[in-house]
């Protein structure tokens, strides 16, 4: 009779197995050498009690979820232990002749509602597009049949830039001005509320109404703009430019043209008119509920590149929260919006930090590792929270975890609490730098250089899975000098998003995770095989022939670059050898 194949265990159950055993075996020992003592003929069941109480510690220390937290542990054990497929969302073209010119994404945020998710991004063109997700209430019906085909995309160059020359600064020009960066990664926030999306492009804040997919509001500031925070009304957006930050309330508003012709005629603009440079007279502030003088914090190192919103009553309303700014320069930066633009205190962190995120749990070190339940149960119910940070210190990836604490957030800067109340992975995170990170369940997952994605514990030093989003479907030959030869070709994930993050529980149906490269958009999902593919964005009737034909090219390159990898694989070990040819 055949049998099927032996079940492999996990490597990590095992060891876990392995040290409650060790741990119950000392117990019994001691049980036993204590028994002996007392008498050799006295029953005593205390080596069982003690093998059942290690082991209820075992997983208690073990649990990675926090009191009132909801986890669905299916899903958690799909997302360890399942397949992994790659999924790209369709790439928006034009036809320029008989070709079909693809535009390039520049950025990638969502936007939820009753009816689903979709995804927001600016193209190279300065248009708008947007993509539909599905997983919301009634996605049955609507999403998911069309789930990554784009579903709206506005005119092109509505998101272009001008100097202004002399009209102030605020002069908004759809022809010659200047497209949506690439070198920005936090350029786009979207508010779902309000169904309002804000794109920076160089020195301009745009806000689009994503109903009508055109501009609402026009904003300039004096520098680049560089890093844009989440959108939540009613919390100001926090604008972070090249050297200072500003503070964007949405329900004010500006002197700003966002017409296509020219601005509408107005009281202040007569009274300004010719349009200068200089400030806004008392007479506009009047009409606009404008302050004479709007605070903003100036920044003593340029380039800040992720802002983060911390509510300190540890909710969802960042109102009266704090705000971590992290950029080219060695400390981050936290603010107080009660005080803005006074600077509250900074952290030390000596990397350069390009991306954050936080957990609404209080920190726990690694040296709470074997505590006994009662003790496990009481660190996680002390108010606080994680900040998490990544980016890249003397070359390597750096992945950074903070506590925070509700009462007086300085204590994170306090020497003798800096040891307990943070945590440096500069070791084991990544060979290359990390791009982004984000919470993915009861897990963080971040992305590097070399285009991997990996899923690690909160305690951000234990790997729970990886995975390279250049994988192909079938097998991949493992080269002498890398684990994969994928890894030394395609994309890398510059910013990472999981499908769910800011829905409510009942709508939050999705384990996804979206990336972007830098010029597409996937989904990073834990099924067999992608659910959809450029086959499904063909927009002509293709004959047997030519999906014959299309099908043998694009084995024929995945074959000729395979190849070609091995064969660089083969003069990299000879040369090691001594053997290869100089200059190569």
């Known amino acids: 009779m055949a049998r099927g194949p032996i079940p492999i265990p996990d490597p990590r159950v095992l060891e876990i197995k392995r040290r409650a055993a060790a741990l119950a075996s000392s117990a019994s020992t001691q049980n036993a050498t204590r028994d002996g003592a007392k008498g050799a003929g006295e029953p005593s069941s205390s080596s069982e009690l003690s093998i059942e109480s290690q082991r209820i510690r075992a997983l208690a220390n073990w649990d990675p979820s926090y009191p009132n937290e909801k986890v669905d542990w299916y899903g958690e054990y799909i997302a360890r232990h399942g397949p992994i497929s790659t999924s790209w969302l369709q790439q928006p073209t034009i036809r320029d002749g008989n070709t079909d010119e693809t535009h390039e994404i520049r950025g990638m945020a969502l936007h939820h509602d009753s009816n689903g998710s979709r995804v927001v991004a600016p193209l190279d063109d300065g248009s708008v597009c947007l993509w539909e997700l599905g997983h919301g209430i009634h996605s049955e019906r609507t999403g998911d049949q069309r789930k990554g085909a784009i579903i709206g995309r506005s005119k092109r ?252 957030s300085s204590s994170l800067a306090a020497p003798g609490n800096a040891r307990n109340l943070s945590y440096k992975n500069r070791v084991s995170a990544s060979r290359s730098k990390l791009l982004s990170v984000a919470t993915h369940g009861t897990r963080l997952v971040v992305s590097d250089g070399d285009g991997l994605i990996r899923w690690m514990e909160r305690d951000g030093s234990t790997l729970v899975r990886r995975w390279n989003i250049n994988q192909y479907e079938g097998s991949e030959r493992v080269g002498i000098f890398r684990s994969s030869s994928a890894e030394a070709h395609g994309d890398v994930a510059r910013k990472l998003l999981p499908v769910n993050s800011g829905v409510v529980d009942a709508q939050a149906k999705s384990d996804e995770l979206l990336v972007w490269t830098g010029e597409r958009v996937g989904i990073v999902a834990f099924k067999n095989r992608p659910q959809f593919g450029l086959e499904d964005w063909e927009q002509r009737v293709e004959t047997a022939e030519e999906k014959i034909k299309r099908r043998e090219e694009r084995i024929y390159g995945e074959t000729m670059r395979r190849a070609l990898e091995k064969q660089a694989d083969e003069v990299r070990f000879v040369r090691g050898l001594g053997a290869g040819v100089r200059g190569l």
């Open 157 to 408: 160059g509505l998101l272009s830039f001008s100097d202004g020359g002399d009209n102030g600064g605020f002069y908004y020009s759809h022809h010659k001005g200047k497209t949506a960066s690439a070198g920005v990664v936090e350029c786009l926030s979207v508010d779902s509320i309000r169904n309002k999306a804000y794109f920076a492009v160089h020195k301009g804040l745009h806000e689009v109404d994503l109903n009508t997919l055109q501009i609402s509001h026009y904003e300039r500031y004096p520098f680049m703009i560089s890093a844009l925070s989440e959108a939540a009304f009613p919390t100001p957006l926090t604008v972070g430019s090249t050297h200072s930050l500003h503070l964007h309330d949405p329900r004010r508003s500006t002197n700003a043209c966002w017409s296509d012709s020219s601005c509408t005629d107005r009281v202040d603009n007569v009274a300004n008119f010719p349009a200068s440079g200089r400030p806004k007279n008392d007479f506009y502030r009047l009409l606009s509920g404008d302050q004479p003088s709007s605070p903003f914090a100036p920044l003593f190192h340029p380039g800040p590149l992720a802002i983060h919103h911390v509510s300190t009553s540890g909710t969802l309303d960042a109102s009266s929260g704090e705000i971590y700014v992290a950029g080219r320069f060695p400390s981050l930066l936290i603010y107080d919006r009660r005080s803005f633009p006074k600077l509250r205190n900074t952290i030390h962190s000596g990397a350069r930090l390009c991306s954050l995120t936080s957990v609404p749990y209080p920190f726990r070190s690694l040296e709470d590792r074997d505590l006994t339940p009662q003790a496990v149960y009481e660190a996680k119910s002390k108010p606080g929270q994680t900040l998490i940070a990544c980016g890249e210190y003397n070359g390597k990836g750096s992945l950074e975890i903070y506590g925070i604490s509700p009462e007086d």
